[in-house]
């Protein structure tokens, strides 16, 4: 249980219920998916366990984003500079 009170699971939970809503803006979805699988996952330190965060990160902003009518366009794929991923 984290300070909240709530467990991994709870975290995973909403994780993954979490939408891009009509008047949500895509940057602030992102950066809410990349705080709440970081709470999730609860990583010790750098290397693969935030390379994993990432991947699930842009698996669950996609998915969630789908459907909603924001006007993003297509979403690229991510590549990887310096070891941040920006958007196309």
Known sequence: MDRLGLSPE???RRF???RLGPEDRPFAYAQWLKDAGT???QPEGPGDTQ???EKVVLEQF???AAGSNI???PIPPPYET???HHPG
Do not use: N, S, T
Request: avoid cysteine; proline fraction near 0%.
């Open 10 to 12: 709870d975290h995973q």
């Open 16 to 18: 993954r219920e979490a």
């Open 39 to 41: 709470r999730w996952l």
């Open 51 to 53: 390379e994993a965060i």
């Open 62 to 64: 996609v998915g969630g």
């Open 71 to 73: 006007g993003m366009g």
């Open 82 to 84: 310096g070891g941040r």
